[in-house]
């Protein structure tokens, strides 16, 4: 489905230095898979995502979606962003439809459309609501029934509850697994947070900063559909060795940067 | 039925009864504060160049009912209409373009912000020659003080929308002109209005110094006769018509912005 090849993405940074924000990154995403993708802080993880996403230009490589080369935004992505990225001055509404809007899709159907997708992300009645009357769970769930009304193949999603609380971050996973499972599509979710990444994904992409480039893929084969028991999910000897195993090689990471980290 | 509220000594916050200072009316009282003190220095000074209120007020009566006022007024209104709404246009295109392309702002800045400070009088004797001693030529000076500011706020209103919603909107597949419209516009309007309160200010003040400058039309005529004649009370009437002018222009510049901006979260204020 999604094919990336000796992607290579490099930028000046503030000191005149060339930093390799993604370095030789190799990459198939199937058809309906859940792709988690995990690593230290500026390991280029959300630079990947913007990549596909056809938002940023990179150096060397290529990224590929139905054997299509990627060149630059495209109707068959949806993105959801770390901080909603919702107009403040739209209602629920306007901002659902807004990807459709942008297509050229007509007022009453894509108005018809985001009442379905406002009723499927639980927010109903909040459709003449503007975001700064909600709370930061349903923003989130705004911006996710925004990239689904544009019916995209692939969702692509920036640590899509980073800004969220813990109890509205496990929430919004449960239903995001539940959406999941009722329309399957390719999803490539961005995280920092091995419990999501395992929660999730149906293998986790482990990537290693200085340069960016994927250090490892784990596969996570816990059983499907996850969303009706989260907590037995968690408990199960599976779930805490994957997570463990993650978060030794993350400490590894850690470890190997922190002199770089203090020279410069 | 609420034992609460029958209870001696306690009373729901709600029912509280207001406080004196939030009731009081401080635009009012201000008003009337400076006009008493007006009229007493008016009388306590006794010159010919200070008349007190009653005067002066007396004196905008006879100059209204003899048609004097009515007839400048709306000369000077079209003055300002016609700069002002030329100065909104071309400094709200300037202003984008400005802040949205770093090359239009490098070659634009530099005489944006000279004009801005220079003092826009200077411009009018220019404009006289070129345009005539007419209408066009106020026009240009009530541009000349109101254009500026207007172009400034816009510029930094459009650098500070955040980058985040650009790229959203990008990632659903906006182009360059529906990103201007759709995102970057109605996101930086509360900034930009208040570069047009500002403009809508010192066009008022462009109006009536072209006016009185090129002195053949409108209150900025009437202002320069009664000068010469040194007719204090009829400078000073005119005057008040002015800041009416000035005051009522503000207030439909601020009622407009209150429609277009009532999504702005409102932040707190003393009261």
Known sequence: MIEIRGLSKTFVGQDGDTVHALRDVDLDVAENEFLTVLGPSGCGKTTLLKAIAGLIPWNDGDILIDGTPVRGPGPDRGMVFQNFALLPWATVLDNVAFGLKMRGVGRSEREERARSLIALV????????????????MQQRVGIARALAVQPRVLLMDEPFGAVDEQTRRLLQEELLTIWEKRRMTVVFITHSMEEAVLLGDRVVLMSARPGRIAEIVPVPLRRPRSSDVGALERSGQYVEITAYLWDRLREMHEEQRPAEVAG | MSALAERPGVRRPRERRRSPWRRLPAAPLSLAAGAAAWELIGHLADVSFFPPLSTVLARLADITSEGMILGSLGGSLINLAAGFAISLVAGLAIGVAMGRYRKVEAALGIYVYALLTAPSLVFAPIFFSLLGAGRGSIIAVVVMYAMFVIVINTASAIQSVPAHLVEMARSYGAGEGRILLRVMLPAALPMIMAGVRLGVGRAVTGMINGEMFIAVVGLGHVVTEAGGRFDSAEVLAVLLVVIAVALSAVGLVQAVDRRVTRWVPKTTRGH
């Not at chain 1, 639980?122 to 769970?137: A, N």
């Open chain 1, 122 to 137: 639980g927010l109903s009645g909040f459709e003449t609501k503007r975001p700064g009357e909600l709370s930061g769970g």
